[in-house]
Nanobody, 125 residues
Framework: QVQLVESGGGLVQAGGSLRLSCAASGSIATIGSMGWFRQAPGKQREFVAGIGRYGSTLYADSAKGRFTISTDNAWNTVYLEMNSLKPEDTAVYFC???????????????????WGQGTQVTVSS
């Protein structure tokens, strides 16, 4: 089992930055890739960014050039650095872990076995 806890959300003005963190515990060695997703009110959960064990990254078009996903060396924590934030980035942000090591990060929620509780990001205009 893997437990994930997000932090770092908050209220920020448009154009500002936030850094989200996701602390992983439990069977970290079984994690193959991790991802960040977000869900705005009344909308489906959508992929933001993902990172694989071997360094591969994947970004949603909305995140490219503004967001950066990274991990510490031990894969205890995954980060999402968000810059140039827009009001449309407002959502609850979730981190997720995928178990298969040999596959790259996936943009599909069904591919992730473990999820955190989420952290709220609000961007004011």
């Amino acid at each position: 089992q893997v437990q994930l806890v997000e932090s770092g959300g908050g209220l920020v003005q448009a154009g500002g930055s936030l850094r989200l963190s996701c602390a992983a515990s439990g069977s970290i060695a079984t994690i193959g890739s991790m991802g960040w997703f977000r869900q705005a009110p009344g909308k489906q959960r959508e992929f933001v960014a993902g990172i694989g064990r071997y360094g591969s990254t994947l970004y949603a078009d909305s995140a490219k050039g503004r967001f950066t996903i990274s991990t510490d060396n031990a894969w205890n924590t995954v980060y999402l650095e968000m810059n140039s934030l827009k009001p449309e980035d407002t959502a609850v942000y979730f981190c997720a872990a995928r178990r298969i090591k040999i596959l790259p990060p996936s943009p599909y929620t069904n591919d992730y076995a473990y999820w955190g509780q989420g952290t709220q990001v609000t961007v004011s205009s």
